[in-house]
Structure formats: C-alpha cells, structure tokens
C-alpha cells in the first residue's frame, strides 16, 4: 500500500533543488538538435495546486519556492526554473507548481520524447489526465518504474536524462536505487541519470552518498543542500541530495555560486550548509 503523496511537499526546498538541476540538464541536452528522452521513474502527479488539497494543508512551499519567488537577485540557474514556475502562473500569484513530469515538458523540442512511471493508483490518474493532450510524444506507463526502465534502455536517440525519485518511505528504495543505477549504466553507460535523495535522520540515507559515489570512480556530480539542524525526534527531513551521472560538464562551476544562495535564501537556521563533490569523467 503506497501512502507517499508528493502535494504534501510540491515546492519545498528539496524540490528546488531537484527541479532547478532537472531544467538545468534538460537545456544541456537541448543544446544539440538531435533529439532526446526524458525518463522519469517515479513521476508523481505533474502539477500541484498550491493553494489547496495537500500542499496547501502542510505549505511546505512556503520554505522553498515561495523564497526566491520575488527574488531580483537569482543567479542565472535559479532564475530559469523560476521563470518555468511562473510560467505556470500566469497572473504573478504563486498557486500551482510544476512536478518534474511538466517541467520537462515544457522544455522538451518536436523531437524529444517522454517516458513517466507512476505506481500509486490516484497519482496516475492525476497525471494521465494532466497529460491528457500530450500525444505519444509523453508515454505514461502505470507500474515500477525501477523494473520499467529496464525495457527501455537504451534509447533509441542515445541521449537522454533519467531522473530517479523515490520517495524513500520505504527504506527498500535506497537499495533498488542503487541496484537500478547500476543495472541501467550496463545498457545505457552514456545517459545522464540524476538520483534524488532525502537527507534525514536514518542510517540508509546517511550512508546513501557514499554508496551512490562508488558505483563509478568519475564522472559524476554530487550537491546537498541542508536546510537545518536535524530535528531532536529524528523524524523529518532537513535536506536533501542530488548525485548526477554524467552531468554537463560547467555545472559544478555553475553550483559552486548556486548552492552557498540556496543556504542564504532556504536556510532555515545556522546549521545550514551544503555539500558540492565532483569526479570529472
Ligand atoms: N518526480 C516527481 C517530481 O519531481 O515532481 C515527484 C515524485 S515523488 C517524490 C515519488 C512518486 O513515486 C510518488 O508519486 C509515488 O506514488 C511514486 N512511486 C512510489 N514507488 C514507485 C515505484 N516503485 N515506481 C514508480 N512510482 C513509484
């Protein structure tokens, strides 16, 4: 039984984090003509309402998204995925935000194509329906995304972006993270894949960096970003994690102005920090 809903979360600072990389890759795959894929293995719903439902109820956007919304000062990363949330919200008011699955849209050329899985049974139907005029172009598969992308690797145009974000509720996920990422580099070794990760107080997310580290010697990219002091009860997240495959290879030098704003402006109290490693390939 899958009790994980993203809305609950849609715009906190782990998925600025995540969200602003996602954009930030998928225009590096943009900068060639030749088409690519964008695969997401844990999709979620594609779009939130922030101003009802479950976002609305926990307003964890409120410590994410809603920080830099009026922001002058965006360092060029930051500001291009803001102009993709706003473009959501027309009239200025911050009250939808974009899931991983409507941001690559949004950025994705005649050419490129779109593979989501999605496993909750209400999720799916969210998002087919967001996606209800999307064509063929954005194929929306209801299963495991783990086991799914096995029959879809490697691409056919060679080039692709595979975001994996489990929601780790189930301590399984780090695990079959990790066993994915290896299994998909032995049929696709040259695609970029970006591994979200909560930074929280159990010892698999504790150790999940270094796992993740050892899969390649080099060419990769790792950026944490902590947002507070790890809460006196363990329970709750207080940062979170992006390792990168293959990344663009300016992007460490983009983070290194990147993530000491992201600490100003998400920073919740002195103790947070972030954490930027990179093996170049
Ligand atoms: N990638 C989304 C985004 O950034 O907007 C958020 C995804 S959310 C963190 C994780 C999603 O994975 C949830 O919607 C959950 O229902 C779904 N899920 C859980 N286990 C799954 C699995 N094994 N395969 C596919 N989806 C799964």
């Not at 939130?48 to 956007?61: D, I, M, Q, V």
């Not at 949004?106 to 049974?121: K, W």
């Not at 799914?148 to 996920?173: M, T």
Request: proline share 6%.
């Amino acid at each position: 039984m899958l009790s994980y809903r993203h809305a609950f979360h849609a715009g906190n600072h782990a998925d600025v984090l995540k969200h602003a990389l996602v954009v930030r890759m998928l225009r590096h795959l943009a900068q060639k003509d030749k088409s690519y894929w964008y695969i997401d293995t844990h999709a979620g719903a594609g779009v939130y309402s922030l101003t009802e439902g479950f976002a609305a109820k926990n307003a964890e956007y409120e410590n994410g998204i809603a920080r830099l919304w009026e922001r002058t000062d965006l360092p060029p990363l930051i500001a291009d995925y803001v102009d993709e949330v706003t473009a959501l919200n027309a009239d200025g008011e911050l009250r939808f935000y974009p899931g991983s699955p409507y941001l690559a849209w949004r950025l994705m050329r005649e050419q490129d194509r779109m593979r989501l899985y999605e496993l909750h049974s209400t999720e799916i139907d969210v998002l087919r329906h967001n996606f209800r005029d999307a064509g063929r172009r954005a194929m929306i598969y209801e299963g495991d995304g783990f086991d799914g992308i096995k029959a879809i690797l490697p691409p056919p145009p060679r080039r692709a972006l595979v975001l994996i974000d489990p929601s780790y509720e189930d301590k399984r996920d780090y695990a079959r993270t990790l066993a994915c990422l290896e299994e998909s580099l032995k049929r696709f070794a040259t695609g970029t894949y970006a591994v979200w990760y909560p930074i929280v107080a159990r010892p698999e997310s504790q150790r999940f960096a270094e796992q993740l580290k050892a899969i390649r010697p080099n060419g990769w990219l790792h950026a944490a970003l902590t947002v507070r002091q790890p809460p006196e009860d363990g329970f709750g997240l207080y940062g979170s994690g992006m390792f990168i495959l293959n990344p663009p290879y300016t992007l460490a030098a983009e983070l290194k102005q990147v993530l000491p704003y992201l600490v100003d402006t998400l920073g919740e109290d002195k103790n947070a920090s972030f954490k930027l490693e990179h093996r170049a390939a």
